[in-house]
């Protein structure tokens, strides 16, 4: 059995009374791995949710580069430390569902970035509750029928995908909604906010950026649907590299004259944009069949033909418009404290204890962090429960 290796302020002006400056504020939490200190910082404003280091060794504080989305309003909160390499917190007087984060500082994907940013970098997930149906990138050539596909199943199953919105920098066509098809920006913007870790993936196609922002994923994953991807070959290896555990779907043409006459006839390219696209398509086509980037290739011959072979492969059936997966939510108490026992995490107060599993943990930063499970140890059924903390 481990106490949670966190302090609050009375402890932290103990433990470094050697001439270290650790003025910590209200709602400070200070967790120690290795040589470091991660000072979370959490007040009522959503956005203000801060973090800073101190290197033990040489006393400097560094404010890191942080990725991910961060929690709203943290204020109270506790934290306990995960394989020395992520910081498990969990709010305090919060609802179950938004209760768990994780601060990750030294997991694959925090020293991948550290490389990319040359700063000490920290990134932000958030737990979910129960296992949720893994997301599905959608790639192929432009014209192909990717979003007539993925239009059929949002219509026709509304309530079990949502899309992820992509930016680009392309202008919106005619009947293109901001938000809904794309969010439209800048060359300039999407720039900044690719360097500032804001996207889950990003490419360059046709001559414009295109990219997933980690929010537009998070969206949809908080909205309890399976998140569809509508992303280029690019796209598609970059989110393979990730924590996300997509289902990888190739979507290729009879052949390379009808996806021409399908591009042609929806007439929303000048002939130049046309060329391009079909310069492009033949370089796709070669490396959505050739990667093994793909789990599945679907040829969309036949329009409803190809969307059943899809369904089949999602495994959904019509009666599946089922509602939003949602578990149960509770309340967490206002003062808690965290015992970490193997793979549970025990939080608990005088009057109540819960139990939060990590042993089916997956995913991660720059995503969720999935497979979690909490539930409320009844105090008569303590004994039988197989839970022995
Ligand atoms: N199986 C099909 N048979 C005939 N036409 C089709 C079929 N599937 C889609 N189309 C038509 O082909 C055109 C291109 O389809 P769509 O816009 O869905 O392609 P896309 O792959 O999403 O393209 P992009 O990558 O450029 O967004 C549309 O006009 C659509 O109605
Ligand atoms: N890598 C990414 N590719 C994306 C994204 N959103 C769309 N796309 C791909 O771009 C082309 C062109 O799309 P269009 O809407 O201009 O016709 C198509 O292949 C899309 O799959 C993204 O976020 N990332």
């Given at each position: 059995m481990g106490e949670a290796p966190a302090f609050f302020l009375d402890d932290m002006q103990r433990s470094f009374s050697n001439g270290f400056d650790l003025k910590l504020k209200g709602f400070e939490t200070a967790t120690v791995i290795g040589n470091k200190t991660y000072v979370i910082t959490g007040t009522d404003d959503p956005t203000s949710t801060e973090v800073r280091i101190l290197n033990k060794s040489t006393g400097e504080w560094v404010i890191p580069t942080v990725l991910g989305t961060k929690p709203k309003a943290l204020k109270g909160h506790s934290c306990v430390v995960l394989n020395e390499d992520r910081i498990l917190i969990i709010k305090t007087n919060s609802k179950s569902n938004e209760s768990v984060w994780f601060l990750e500082v030294d997991t694959q994907f925090i020293r991948d970035q550290k490389k990319k940013f040359d700063t000490e970098v920290v990134a932000w997930s958030k737990g979910v509750i129960g296992n949720t149906e893994r997301p599905?990138?959608?790639?192929?050539p432009s014209g192909v029928g990717k979003g007539t596909l993925i239009n059929k199943l949002m219509k026709d199953f509304p309530t079990m995908f949502g899309f992820s919105v992509s930016h680009t920098t392309r202008l919106p066509r005619e009947k293109e909604q901001i938000g809904v098809h794309y969010h439209f920006t800048k060359r300039s913007i999407m720039e900044e906010e690719i360097k500032s870790?804001?996207?889950?993936?990003?490419?360059?196609?046709?001559?414009?950026?295109?990219?997933?922002?980690?929010?537009?994923?998070?969206?949809?994953?908080?909205?309890?649907?399976?998140?569809?991807?509508?992303?280029?070959?690019?796209g598609a290896r970059s989110v393979r590299a990730s924590s996300l555990e997509a289902i990888f779907i190739f979507v290729c043409p009879p052949s390379?004259?009808?996806?021409?006459?399908?591009?042609?006839?929806?007439g929303?390219?000048?002939?130049?944009?046309?060329?391009?696209?079909?310069?492009?398509?033949?370089?796709?086509?070669?490396?959505?069949?050739?990667?093994?980037?793909?789990?599945?290739i679907l040829v969309n011959d036949d329009l409803e033909a190809c969307y059943e072979r899809l369904k089949n492969l999602l495994s959904i059936s019509e009666n599946m418009n089922i509602a939003p997966k949602t578990c149960e939510v509770f309340d967490l108490p206002v003062d808690l404290s965290l015992t970490k026992v193997n793979e549970k995490i025990v939080i608990k107060n005088a009057e109540q204890k819960i139990v939060l599993d990590l042993s089916l943990m997956k995913g991660g930063a720059p995503g969720r962090t999935r497979g979690l499970e909490m539930h409320v140890i009844d105090p008569f059924m303590e004994n039988g429960n197989g839970c022995n903390c």
């Open positions: 599905v990138v959608i790639s192929g870790g804001r996207f889950l993936e990003f490419a360059a196609v046709h001559g414009n950026l295109y990219g997933t922002s980690i929010e537009s994923v998070d969206v949809v994953a908080d909205a309890g649907k399976r998140c569809i991807l509508d992303i280029d070959v690019q390379f004259e009808e996806l021409e006459k399908r591009l042609r006839a929806r929303t390219e000048t002939e130049e944009q046309i060329q391009k696209r079909l310069r492009n398509a033949k370089a796709e086509l070669e490396q959505g069949k050739s990667t093994g980037l793909f789990d599945h």
